[in-house]
């Protein structure tokens, strides 16, 4: 996401940056820049003279004009307006304690991803030791219910449905009642979306809320939909407390428009982002770093704490150790491959790293390649992965057939692999190594 706006701002940052001396004109056009690259991203046009407006009240200030290093305070000006209008700060849900039911509501129009998005949110919350149930309200999609049952049988949640009934209203105040019996503490309910704001959505939406007396309301907009999401969401909020917003297919190439309109239009902050199709590629929003996203500078605290969930500090001390002693074997390579993929999309972590904003990942992210790596390391033999040099001719026929492959991909894996683990062992002992190897896996 934000692939156009970031190059955009990039260019801005890269023409100011330098300049040991500003002026006012200087900054009229760096500024005339940005409200293009806003425009062009869809953004609100009320939101994009508020930002250039302020922009230019704070940029010819004496802050900046007068300063040791005028482009650097100028980029940290737009560094923080960014911030300013993508929600200052990360915005936690406001759940009571464990021990008491709290309500999730979820609304939006239809295909705008609440199903999917309610199921990622229990499997969220469960995975920071809540218990959540999920109440399936949405009685006017065809499958909706079905939908939501087969998630949450994947992340093994519980969920509450009613096929016989078909008021809404009745089916949470059942739902509720059966969370309550069951000891759960999170209640997420999935309504009903149209494909267009009417009076009979938010007649249902308004009376659901009433019986739920939800703590949170989320709206749950498709990020694709550029401003016109806000414009949705203050319809909603018109009519229903909205107190945070849920943007999906953040992953996708979109302009950015809603993120950075959505707040300002509807002061409701942006909560939690949809960052791919599995239950698991559901993230908090955090301001500052989709701001440091933007300005090309990346996103490391995301990215080390993506790396930190699937792995831990004994085992990457003992990862570290066998690189070293140049004992790292091809059972560790499929074990460390499995952990990326769990991190989530391939791209998306590309993106987090300073200056790679717009980059496609090393060879296009060869999926398929490296699938075909894993292929073939399954197909081995525990003994064949740890020692790679017994595996003569007739085995390599073997791992071929048995993963689908030829004897010349067998050869070139464990020609890389050996390449690879020389370069790991030098990397971990020389920090230019480390530099050289991440230029040459940058391309």
Do not use: C
């Not at 149930?133 to 449905?161: C, S, W």
């Not at 659901?208 to 909603?236: R, Y």
């Not at 074997?329 to 717009?358: A, C, R, W």
């Not at 689908?404 to 020389?422: A, P, Q, W």
């Amino acid at each position: 996401m934000f692939e156009n706006i970031s190059r955009r701002f990039q260019d801005v940052i890269k023409t100011v940056s330098g300049k040991a001396t500003i002026s006012d004109k200087n900054i009229e056009e760096a500024v005339e820049q940005i409200k293009l690259a806003l425009l062009d991203a869809d953004v609100n046009l009320r939101v994009v003279r508020r930002f250039v407006n302020q922009t230019i009240e704070e940029a010819k200030g004496e802050k900046v004009l007068r300063s040791v290093s005028p482009g650097q305070q100028f980029i940290k000006i737009v560094n923080d307006k960014l911030i300013h209008f993508l929600g200052d700060e990360k915005q936690d849900l406001q759940l009571k304690g464990p021990d008491t039911l709290s309500v999730v509501l979820l609304a939006g129009l239809q295909g705008s991803g609440k199903t999917t998005s309610a199921a990622k949110l229990a499997n969220l919350l469960k995975k920071q030791g809540r218990k959540p149930i999920l109440i399936a309200a949405d009685l006017v999609r065809p499958a909706a219910i079905d939908q939501l049952e087969t998630l949450a049988a994947a992340i093994g949640v519980a969920i509450y449905t009613d096929r016989e009934n078909n008021n809404p209203v009745k089916v949470v105040k059942a739902g509720l009642k059966e969370a309550k019996k069951g000891l759960y503490d999170v209640a997420i309910i999935d309504t009903a979306g149209r494909h267009q704001v009417d009076d009979a959505l938010m007649g249902e939406i308004e009376a659901v809320a009433k019986e739920a007396k939800p703590d949170e309301v989320l709206f749950v907009a498709d990020a694709m939909t550029g401003q016109s999401a806000a414009d949705v969401a203050k319809a909603f909020k018109e009519r229903i407390d909205i107190t945070g917003v849920i943007l999906t297919k953040f992953d996708s190439d979109t302009r950015g428009g809603a993120a950075l309109s959505i707040k300002t239009i509807t002061k409701a902050p942006i909560k939690f982002i949809g960052v791919g199709e599995k239950t698991e590629d559901f993230e908090p929003f955090y301001p500052d770093r989709i701001a440091s996203r933007i300005l090309g500078m990346g996103d490391v605290v995301s990215l080390v704490e993506k790396a930190q969930e699937v792995t831990d500090k004994e085992e990457a001390e003992k990862l570290e150790k066998k690189i070293r002693k140049a004992t790292f074997t091809l059972e560790d390579y499929l074990e460390q491959f499995q952990k990326i993929k769990k991190m989530g999309n391939l791209q998306s972590l590309v993106e987090m790293i300073p200056g790679m904003q717009g980059a496609v990942a090393p060879q296009d992210i060869d999926i398929k390649a490296l699938k075909k790596e894993e292929a073939i390391i399954l197909s081995m033999t525990l003994a064949e992965r740890n020692n790679p040099r017994i595996i003569g001719p007739s085995r390599k026929k073997r791992i071929a057939k048995g993963s689908g492959t030829s004897v010349y991909e067998v050869n070139r894996l464990l020609k890389n692999f050996e390449k690879m683990r020389l370069m790991m062992k030098k990397m971990v002992k020389n920090k230019n190594a480390q530099q050289s190897m991440m230029s040459q896996w940058m391309g």
